[in-house]
T-cell receptor, first 112, second 116 residues
Framework: TQLLEQSPQFLSIQEGENLTVYCNSS?????LQWYRQEPGEGPVLLVT?????EVKKLKRLTFQFGDARKDSSLHITAAQTGDTGLYLC????????????FGKGTKLSVIP | NAGVMQNPRHLVRRRGQEARLRCSPM?????VYWYRQLPEEGLKFMVY????????ESGMPKERFSAEFPKEGPSILRIQQVVRGDSAAYFC??????????????FGQGTRLTVV
């Protein structure tokens, strides 16, 4: 069974600070997706990374896929209160599989 | 361009009743997935359907749970004789192709089922 471990589980920071959250596995994934989920809502897709070593930027968010495609990180620069939410990573095993494996998420609180 | 639509958003059922959860995929998407999210747990895959076909139901309990995606109309996740342990958020996702680089999955807002 493929597992995705996300860390930290909880993170509380002041507005304007930088932060990095991690998504790690012992398994290789064909691609990895990052979602943000707000209370009472569904996960919203932020980005998909496919190539080992790939870096994608979405405004103040920087996503990196590990060279071996087993891990990923999300870095937020100058966090804003609107960044508050649950950040989920989901791995696609590939090889025709369609079952996304989700981590439990990092719950981020950005305090004004 | 409407996203994945799920209804109802909240559903309360007494033990032993039936729960029906509906999902309309995004326009142009023919792949539908159901996931369940328990408190403090990650989303767990339940079932994958294409129009009129169940492709993989390996994540779905063998008893009381069923799913369909008819030729016309939304996908339905049906839970018979609900028990307290069925209380969870149920999410539907759809994609144009199988998930991966070409088939990103987009999620609905979920149905929160509470069994009392």
């Amino acid at each position: 069974t493929q597992l995705l471990e996300q860390s930290p589980q909880f993170l509380s920071i002041q507005e304007g600070e930088n932060l990095t959250v991690y998504c790690n596995s012992s398994s290789v994934f064909s691609s990895l997706q990052w979602y943000r989920q707000e209370p009472g809502e569904g996960p919203v897709l932020l980005v998909t990374v496919v190539t080992g070593g790939e870096v994608k930027k979405l405004k103040r968010l920087t996503f990196q896929f590990g060279d071996a495609r087993k891990d990923s990180s999300l870095h937020i620069t100058a966090a804003q209160t609107g960044d508050t939410g649950l950040y989920l990573c989901a791995g696609d095993p590939g090889a025709g599989s369609y079952q996304l494996t989700f981590g439990k998420g990092t719950k981020l609180s950005v305090i004004p | 361009n409407a996203g994945v639509m799920q209804n109802p958003r909240h559903l309360v059922r007494r033990r032993g009743q039936e729960a029906r959860l509906r999902c309309s995929p995004m326009k142009g998407h023919s792949h539908v997935y159901w996931y369940r999210q328990l408190p403090e747990e990650g989303l767990k895959f339940m079932v994958y359907l294409q129009k009129e076909n169940i492709i993989d139901e390996s994540g779905m309990p063998k008893e009381r749970f069923s799913a369909e995606f008819p030729k016309e109309g939304p996908s339905i996740l049906r839970i018979q004789q609900v028990v307290r342990g069925d209380s969870a958020a149920y999410f539907c996702a759809s994609s144009r192709q199988v998930p991966g680089a070409e088939g990103e999955a987009f999620f609905g807002q979920g149905t929160r089922l509470t069994v009392v």
